[in-house]
Nanobody, 116 residues
Framework: QVQVVESGGGLVQAGGSLRLSCAAS????????MGWYRQAPGKQRELVAS???????NYADSVKGRFTISRDNAKNTVYLQMNSLKPEDTAVYYC??????????WGQGTQVTVSS
């Protein structure tokens, strides 16, 4: 059984910061890409940032320069440091863990709300 648990969401004023964490546990063999997605009301889920096991990163244009993704391979944990938050960053943020055999696991999501 695999568990993916996010934490760190909350309410913050525009310009503020939050740090999301996501820990994967259970029977996961060889985690490859770990990523953060978000889904705002009435919109499709979109990729925010991803990071490979080797540390290569990819960001959505809308968050470049403001968000930083990182990971601790020993702990099967991925982080998302979010700075200079904007109201349009308000969404449910989901962690995705990609493992060998094209397996993909999702967390339950954590709400991020940015007030203007």
């Amino acid at each position: 059984q695999v568990q993916v648990v996010e934490s760190g969401g909350g309410l913050v004023q525009a310009g503020g910061s939050l740090r999301l964490s996501c820990a994967a546990s259970g029977s996961i063999f060889r985690i490859n890409v770990m990523g953060w997605y978000r889904q705002a009301p009435g919109k499709q889920r979109e990729l925010v940032a991803s990071i490979t096991s080797g540390g290569s990163t990819n960001y959505a244009d809308s968050v470049k320069g403001r968000f930083t993704i990182s990971r601790d391979n020993a702990k099967n944990t991925v982080y998302l440091q979010m700075n200079s938050l904007k109201p349009e960053d308000t969404a449910v943020y989901y962690c995705n863990v990609g493992a060998s055999g094209f397996r993909s696991y999702w967390g339950q999501g954590t709400q991020v709300t940015v007030s203007s």
